[in-house]
């Protein structure tokens, strides 16, 4: 199986340093990530980042938690944090860090417990993949929130992508596809998957939350169309 981020993740905690992850999209091409972003500190991360860990509450589950830079920071404040990975190889190295609680599960199949909070950050609603995969997703989250849960989520507005140098936005209006579902392609040494991936305006998942009756409102704006958001 291809894991080019359980790869690299796993690299740069053995050795230190690692090659740049590559991403090509349907929109861009050779985007270049340092795998040493992946394993930040608090000091860091974005102020959305920061504002979720600070709203953090109670139980928490830590959806595709990746190196555990956010559940490590959890668990050293003395959060009851579980973190939930995919990836084999990451896995391993959630576990190396001393993160007390790591399951290995889809995301979908996953239900043994509730929890207070459940966080999804660094574009937590990309896992989606699309508006119907992202309410599918939500779906499934509420069956995982107690009573008096929060889902703290981050995502972006890429509507900026598309803007022309006069200022008119530029989208295919004939399209059925929701502009922000993008295809994706990541590569790391020779290791490449593909999957989609999800970027959605604040409006439209205000929209999708009163759909599935969740109570969205938006925490924070970020600095590049991106924005924190908390559903109840």
């Given at each position: ?38 394993f930040?500190?608090?000091k860091?991360m974005?102020?959305i980042?920061i504002?979720?860990?600070k709203?953090?509450?109670g139980?928490v ?5 990746a190196?555990?830079?956010h ?31 790591v399951?290995?599960e ?7 417990k ?13 896992i ?6 992202l ?19 981050d995502?972006?507005?890429i ?23 993008m ?11 593909k999957?989609?991936w ?11 939350a ?7 409102t ?6 590049h ?5 908390k559903?109840?």
């Amino acid at each position: 199986m291809n894991d080019p981020f359980g790869e690299a993740i796993s690299d740069y905690f053995e050795k230190g340093k690692a090659p740049k992850i590559t991403i090509n999209t349907n929109y861009t091409e050779d985007e270049q990530i340092p795998v040493s972003y992946l394993f930040r500190t608090e000091k860091e991360m974005p102020d959305i980042e920061i504002t979720a860990l600070k709203l953090c509450k109670g139980k928490v589950l830590d959806i595709g938690a990746a190196a555990g830079c956010h559940s490590i920071v959890l668990q050293q404040k003395g959060y009851n944090i579980t973190a939930l990975e995919i990836s084999e190889r990451a896995v391993e190295v959630l576990k190396k860090r001393g993160i007390q609680k790591v399951i290995r599960e889809d995301i979908y199949s996953y239900s043994a417990k509730k929890y207070d909070t459940i966080l999804l950050l660094m574009n937590g609603a990309g896992i989606g993949g699309t508006i119907a995969g992202l309410k599918k997703l939500l779906l499934h989250l509420k069956t995982l929130l107690n009573e008096k849960g929060q889902i703290l989520i981050d995502s972006s507005d890429i509507k900026y992508l598309f803007e022309e140098e006069d200022g008119s936005v530029w989208i295919d209006l004939n399209s059925k596809k929701y502009y922000g579902e993008m295809e994706y392609e990541v590569t790391y040494k020779k290791s490449t998957t593909k999957f989609e991936w999800l970027f959605i305006d604040f409006n439209s998942l205000k929209n999708i939350a009163k759909e599935l009756d969740l109570n969205c409102t938006q925490v924070l704006k970020g600095d590049h169309f991106d924005y924190l958001a908390k559903l109840k």
